[in-house]
């Protein structure tokens, strides 16, 4: 057996793992639903211990919900801190040292980053953001979260980008749903993942037709969100994933709100004439996460 690398994305509802070296070559998936830590962790660590064993396995990368500590000088670093998904099995997931048991079991050098950051990685290495150094991966689910790619790097800073927290223009007549983010209340995240949209409407995602409203105000608060980005950053790509994203037509309303909330001032073709690639749906699907993870670990031994 060749030398494989380990990819770990670690999410509210699920854990996937994977062996393998990219999107063409994965040995083995598993997803493990997410439970209590450390039973979870404990299932994480079983799937790779037999690589581990065989010596077949190099590295391991870690897309992960956070936030996350990353600071390498920290005690807590791989640690998961405060959530603001309250009433998901996140909550169990709060100051638990993620990434200390799986280093201590499995002895290869293993690299942690925020589930957004993988997922942006992924997508560079091997999706639609390939041959794109500055790129913005979004996701859309039970949270909202970002990760960019910055002239070829992910971009770390302070702690991690927390994109999905920023905050939007929301006209409380047409909306007056308070958005229920526990830190900011109406943050991008509080108006627009999944649980908000159910609370909202009363109903959940899949039970709202394509022609309700509640996917043009959905669209609405996105645009704005990457139109911001765009002014911030200058991505050549922004990629949406996540559940909500996998929404009919989602991506559509947003690339049309997108091309309005720019005003033509930012004067570039991809804007211009091909919003429909300048703002996309992920390359690799659901395993965008997973695989940054992979690539993750190939950089880390790489370097
Ligand atoms: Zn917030």
């Keep these: 057996m060749g030398i494989k690398f380990g990819g770990i994305e670690s999410g509210g509802t699920k854990f996937v793992c994977a062996i393998g070296s990219g999107p063409d070559d994965l040995t083995e998936v598993k997803i493990i639903p997410t439970g209590k830590p ?10 790779f211990d037999p690589f581990n064993s065989n010596d077949s396995l190099e590295a391991i990368g870690i897309s992960s919900f956070g936030p996350l500590d990353l600071d390498h000088d920290s005690a807590t670093h791989g640690y998961i801190k405060a959530t603001p998904h309250r009433e998901t099995a996140k909550k169990d997931w ?19 980053d925020t589930d957004v950051n993988g997922a942006a990685i992924g997508e560079h290495r091997w999706g639609a953001g390939n041959g794109y150094d500055n790129l913005i991966y979004i996701t859309v ?13 992910i971009a770390h800073g302070l702690i991690h ?36 949209i159910e609370e909202r409407w009363g109903a959940r995602c899949d039970e709202l037709p394509d ?29 949406l994933g996540g559940g909500v994203m996998q929404r009919n037509q989602l991506i559509t309303k ?21 919003i429909d690639s300048f703002v996309v749906l ?4 659901s395993m965008s996460g997973v695989l940054g993870g992979i690539a993750m670990a190939q950089d880390l031994v790489r370097d």
């Excluded at 638990?96 to 499995?106: E, F, Q, T």
């Design 38 to 47: 450390d039973e979870t962790i404990s299932e994480v660590i079983e799937f």
């Design 94 to 112: 709060v100051e638990i040292d993620l990434l200390g048991p799986i280093k201590r079991a499995i002895n290869v050098p293993i690299t942690l």
């Design 141 to 153: 689910g039970t949270g909202v979260g970002g990760g960019a790619i910055v002239n070829g790097r």
């Design 161 to 196: 980008p927390e994109m999905g927290h920023m905050r939007v223009p929301h006209d409380w007549k047409a909306d007056p749903f308070p958005g229920r983010c526990p830190f900011h209340g109406d943050c991008v995240q509080g108006l627009a993942n999944a649980p908000a």
């Design 211 to 239: 022609d309700h409203p509640a996917w043009d105000l959905e669209a609405y608060y996105l645009s704005l969100m990457v139109s911001n980005l765009v002014f911030s950053l200058s991505p050549e790509i922004l990629i």
């Design 254 to 274: 947003i690339q049309a709100n997108v091309s309005k909330f720019l005003g033509g001032y930012v004067q570039s073709d991809r804007v211009i004439n091909n």
């Design 282 to 285: 992920p390359g690799l699907g």
